[in-house]
């Protein structure tokens, strides 16, 4: 078969271990999942009163236009219904704009220790990735500006990172934004914004009148607990949402995906909980990194990023193997650091007492008095 020669160069994306594998192959009865950024409290009792009422919707086509969604979230961020996209997820607007912008003789630039897809459908579309080495877990924005040349289309910017949680400063991302060429198109990946608490983080909704070159991503798999129904959006000048429209396919939002939508968004109580929540069971892991000397990087997500001094596959499978699952940082580029999300208080304290057995238990081993058989 003519296969293209990108996909023959790609690994399909890997998602975490799901706890019905991890059961099975350990024959364990309970399992805590803290691998995948998830929602630990699902979502808002709304959604799953409307998805309830569907049944009889089943053999009909969505709204193609995402009628009353759309309405919804223009009303919801404070723009025209006109400069907003829908995707089957955010990732499905990457690969929207993706599309629409990359191709061969294009290049884009990202960030090392990003969000993998924003390289995976790059490397699709034929166009050269140039990737920034990170600063401490933050964008190096000067070296991205330095990496653009005539043939950049498209510069990727996660904030808050995943998986670092590092987020771009309200005046370090005006100043980066005025010094990218009209050209490119600026992705402000915005997946966890609705749980960042810090002050001089940028609120972006406007930002796209005053810099057409710029699309901010947002989705409700995160904190509105929506994974499962894929469901993303974007923000964008109106010209810019008119050129990527004839990539987005046609009912790529499923009617069961827009009425939760529509109903996770009426419940921003909901959302203000999840947030507070989330900023305490943050602190869980703070008050135990300090105790134990675990490096980690600050996160504004729903998720913090620890650095052992240990192979990051070996903390992975000693937490697996008591069932819990987090997400080592290898596949990222960090051969030593662990992902974590913030569960609920009780799944924290559970995954914080594992993660200290495995740190007894290799103590235990490098003790010049321990007895080795």
């Not at 309405?71 to 704009?97: P, R, Y």
């Not at 406007?206 to 509105?224: A, E, G």
Request: aromatic share 10%.
């Amino acid at each position: 078969m003519k296969w293209n020669e990108a996909v023959l160069s790609l690994k399909p994306y890997q998602p975490g271990k799901s706890t019905d594998e991890v059961k099975r192959q350990y024959g364990l009865e309970k399992i805590v999942k803290l691998a995948s950024n998830e929602n630990p409290f699902g979502c808002s009792e709304l959604v799953k009163k409307v998805i309830k009422d569907q049944a009889d919707s089943f053999a009909i086509y969505p709204d193609g236009y995402a009628t009353s969604l759309r309405s919804a979230v223009a009303k919801h961020t404070g723009v025209k219904e006109t400069e907003l996209i829908f995707g089957n997820g955010s990732d499905e607007n990457i690969q929207i704009i993706s599309r629409s912008l990359l191709g061969p003789g294009k290049n884009t630039v990202m960030a090392t220790g990003t969000f993998s897809q924003y390289r995976h459908n790059a490397v699709l579309e034929g166009a050269e990735v140039r990737e920034v080495d990170h600063i401490d877990g933050a964008h190096n924005l000067q070296g991205m500006l330095d990496a653009m040349d005539e043939n950049t289309a498209v510069v990727w910017l996660c904030t808050p990172n995943n998986p670092t949680g590092k987020y771009i400063p309200e005046t370090e991302l005006k100043n980066f934004i005025t010094q990218v060429p009209e050209d490119v198109l600026i992705v402000l990946d915005e997946a966890y914004s609705e749980y960042v608490a810090a002050e001089d983080y940028p609120r972006t909704n406007q930002w796209p009148q005053l810099y057409k070159n710029l699309i901010v991503l947002r989705t409700f798999s995160k904190i509105y607990g929506l994974a499962s129904l894929r469901v993303g959006y974007g923000i964008a000048d109106e010209e810019v949402i008119s050129k990527l429209e004839p990539s987005r396919e046609p009912f790529n939002v499923n009617t069961l995906a827009q009425k939760a939508a529509l109903a996770a968004l009426e419940d921003q109580a909901f959302i203000e909980e999840c947030r507070l929540v989330n900023r305490r069971g943050m602190e869980q892991y703070h008050q135990f990194c300090k105790a134990e000397n675990i490096d980690y990087y600050p996160s504004q997500g729903n998720f913090i990023f620890l650095h052992f001094k240990y192979d990051a596959d070996e903390v992975f499978q000693h937490l697996l193997e008591q069932g819990y699952i987090a997400r080592s940082g290898k596949s990222f580029g960090f051969p030593q650091s662990l992902r974590v999300t913030i569960g609920s208080e009780e799944e924290n304290k559970e995954m914080i007492e594992a993660i200290k057995t495995f740190l007894t238990h290799k103590k235990e081993q490098e003790s010049p008095n321990s007895f080795v058989k």
